[in-house]
């Protein structure tokens, strides 16, 4: 197989074959997982050569994590969550949790996160790595919370992305944000408060 | 690669052919994903010509199928669950659910479904029927429970012991079943009586 010559979404001015790259790599990764989806394809996706993706990223493992890497500062958020009171936090959690995945420029990214987190080992420590140190994590530990609570609340809300976007359970697929966070705000808020 | 003739875990009267490739299909299942887990691979660990397999079970996804279903009756377990007061339903069935999680025997077929689920469309439907139509699903009838929240309590369930088994994630990895059942049963419980 050539890689063809298209480049999907470029812009020029706009982009650059870094950000073609790292673009292709999240559909790929998202769609296949991590072991499926190769170098070589997401080189034909971006239509550059498989060379300089490793010149850009080395190994694909490191193209991964580049490419899975929280597209947003935490330290942007956390005041957005942690504003306002403290018995309203589980809904602000769950609200800005929710808009981040309906973001469909994000979503690819957070699918292929979920999907290679269950099929190789890399995927698995990478999402260990992103609910124990990013946003989630400096939540509780702003509020204090014991370990175990934050694992619950994170299983819920990974389990309800999990539900909504990787298997597309219905009546979960197409409920509203709002619909979501009036059922799922009071668990969170629980778990938060303990 | 040929086929080795081992046969692990084998007792000769207590077993055969077709329990060897099922037991050998949930673990490969269980490890790899579906897309990965050859029959070629799983007829080697079950000592057994790759032949046999398809004489047994037709294609691979007839094979994922058999092996990945259902390991018990929720006719047996239903009335478990539902006997004694309605307020502690929640309890009852975070402990039933947990009590099959921990039994080392159905546990990888269960890390099979989950797995799967995210990585191949067969494995996505099986366990959208899974939770559709079998337990979970026949405790809401009895009890006429919404389906968006019979969804949540799903999803908390399967957030739980995707982050216990097969992320591995600390500390919910190597808390006690009667740790969990405090934090999540008031979780199922709320879902439960909506």
Chains 1, 2 share one sequence.
Do not use: C
């Not at 942007?76 to 309203?88: D, Y």
């Amino acid at each position: 197989m050539t890689a063809p010559a298209r480049r999907p979404g470029r812009r020029p001015g706009r982009s650059s074959s870094r950000d073609d790259i790292l673009a292709a790599a999240r559909v790929l990764f998202g769609e296949r997982g991590y072991d499926k989806a190769s170098i070589r394809a997401i080189a034909a996706a971006a239509g550059v050569d498989p060379a300089l993706v490793h010149h850009f990223f080395g190994a694909k493992e490191e193209l991964f994590a580049a490419a899975m890497e929280f597209p947003v500062d935490p330290e942007t958020i956390l005041p957005l969550i942690l504003a306002g009171p403290r018995a309203e936090i589980g809904e602000r959690l769950v609200r800005t949790f929710l808009r981040f995945w309906s973001d469909p420029r994000l979503r690819p990214q957070f699918v292929g996160i979920i999907r290679s987190a269950t099929t190789s080992e890399t995927g698995a420590t990478l999402l260990r790595d992103f609910i124990t140190s990013q946003l989630f994590a400096r939540v509780a530990a702003v509020l204090e919370v014991p370990g175990l609570n934050l694992n619950a609340a994170a299983a819920q809300l990974v389990g309800v992305v999990m539900f909504r976007y990787v298997l597309e359970m219905e009546p979960m697929a197409s409920a509203s944000d709002d619909e979501l966070v009036a059922l799922l705000a009071p668990t969170i808020q629980r778990y938060l408060d303990a």
